[in-house]
């Protein structure tokens, strides 16, 4: 049975820093593209970053609101996904999820998620 795990989200200040894992079971995590999701309140879910798997050479795609800012990274041995995410902003505020991105949705049970709230 595959389960995603998400952790690392807190209450931060604007400007700060936070690292954000998704940690996987059930499965081998390295040959799958795996994306990080966020969902605002009152908001769609929405992809904010991916990372190809190790086939197609970990090519990461970012939104271009989080260039710059966020970075997506693996550790294989671990089977987890990261996201750096740099000079939070408030409207970065939401639940972050991570999965494995197909064109009409995600190919894994969700998690649970895990909340990053940026405010002063």
């Known amino acids: 049975q595959v389960q995603l795990v998400e952790s690392g989200g807190v209450g931060v200040q604007p400007g700060g820093s936070l690292r954000l894992s998704c940690a996987a079971s059930?499965?081998?995590?390295?040959?799958?593209?795996v994306g990080w999701y966020r969902q605002a309140p009152g908001k769609e879910r929405e992809l904010v970053a991916s990372?190809?798997?190790?086939?197609?050479?970990?090519?990461?795609v970012y939104q271009d609101s989080m260039r710059g800012r966020f970075t997506i990274s693996r550790d294989n041995a671990r089977n987890t996904v990261y996201l750096q995410m740099n000079s939070l902003k408030p409207e970065d505020t939401a639940v972050y999820y991570c999965n494995a991105p197909l064109p009409t949705g995600a190919r894994f049970k969700w998690g649970q998620g895990t909340q990053v709230t940026v405010s002063s």
């Open positions: 990372i190809a798997s190790i086939i197609s050479g970990s090519a990461t």
């Open positions: 059930g499965i081998i995590f390295s040959i799958y593209t």
